[in-house]
């Protein structure tokens, strides 16, 4: 395990989004969540570090027995692997085991229940985030070996019906590769560093903008449009002062903390009073789709 903090959440940024416009709760909700799981990150990062150690070694089992099982199946079937390691970054495949049939990913569902459970956690949506962080990490650790010791964060941002959306997939290795003129790699023999860095740099920023490109169509050919900007004038929807309440609500459901002990340990010698923090915690919890997690903590013990 490292010391090092997660890495952050989700940009804050609407400037650049689109929605559709009956759709403007669901934007402000995944909004919200997005908050949430950014003070999550930064403000209890041993959330993180509790799935790291109790979940992932379980997943990470369960994704090479299933890469296997499809590498042994690949003759008959050369979609299955595919669809195998796919169904692991799903919570539905997971949530729907048979302890019979499926003992290892039975054992996976059962351990990520728990995790949200320690942690006041237990919404859908944050088991298919935790499921999003462990696959992204077993992914990374396959890519690069040396990879070690932190789970990967992340927020998977709007979900559609509408198909999916297009993947960013920009090839860049780290293990050295004999093949000559094979893309993303650097040949020292014939090339110098920052040469080969300007290179890939420029790549990178021309595949980025096609890339955005091919998502603005893909939007509006699915009916979408450009989001307005965040209202400033809208009370508590944007600042500093927003971003606080979720800083509440994450330590009254990840930490237990109640509104008295919230203020001990944020402004212990300021004018927060419990009844500001309450009101902050309620708030955030409204926009993020949490209100059930923090009424059910009124019939718990005020402090863990």
């Known amino acids: 395990m490292t010391n090092k903090k997660p890495a952050g959440g989700p940009p804050n940024d609407r400037s650049e989004r689109y929605w559709r416009k009956d759709a403007e709760g669901d934007l402000l909700l995944n909004e919200g969540r997005g908050r949430f799981l950014r003070a999550l990150c930064r403000h209890a990062p041993q959330v993180y570090e509790d799935l790291e150690k109790s979940v992932f070694p ?10 296997k099982r499809a590498h042994e199946k690949a003759t008959s079937d050369s979609r299955y692997g595919v669809a195998s390691t796919y169904e ?18 039975y054992k996976v569902m059962q351990s990520l229940e728990v995790w949200a459970s320690r942690w006041n956690l237990r919404q859908d949506w944050i088991l298919e985030h935790a499921v999003a962080c462990l696959s992204r990490t077993k992914e990374r650790l396959i890519r690069d070996p040396r990879f070690r010791g932190m789970i990967v964060p992340g927020w998977q941002g709007w979900s559609s019906g509408e198909g999916y959306i297009p993947s960013l997939k920009f090839v860049f290795s780290l293990t050295p590769d004999p093949t000559p003129d094979r893309p993303g790699r650097w040949q020292p023999e014939i090339q110098s560093w920052s040469a080969f860095e300007t290179q890939v740099r420029a ?34 929807t944007d600042g500093d002062g927003a971003d606080e309440h979720f800083r509440w609500l994450v330590l009254h459901l990840a930490e237990g903390l109640s509104y008295e002990r919230i203020v001990e340990r944020v402004d212990p010698l300021g004018d927060l009073n419990p009844q500001a923090v309450g009101f902050g915690v309620r708030d955030a919890a409204m926009r993020a789709g949490l209100s059930e997690l923090v009424n059910a903590r009124k019939n718990k013990p005020p402090d863990r």
Request: charged share 35%; net charge negative; proline share 5%.
């Open 58 to 67: 379980l997943y990470s089992q369960l994704f090479d027995i299933e890469c």
């Open 88 to 105: 692991l970054t799903d919570l539905g495949h997971l949530r729907y085991a048979s302890e019979v049939d499926a003992p290892e990913r």
């Open 203 to 236: 790549d990178f920023e021309n595949y980025l903008t096609e890339y955005k490109q091919q998502v603005e169509k893909w939007a509006i050919e699915k009916g979408y449009e450009k989001a307005p900007g965040p209202k400033r004038n809208r009370r508590h």
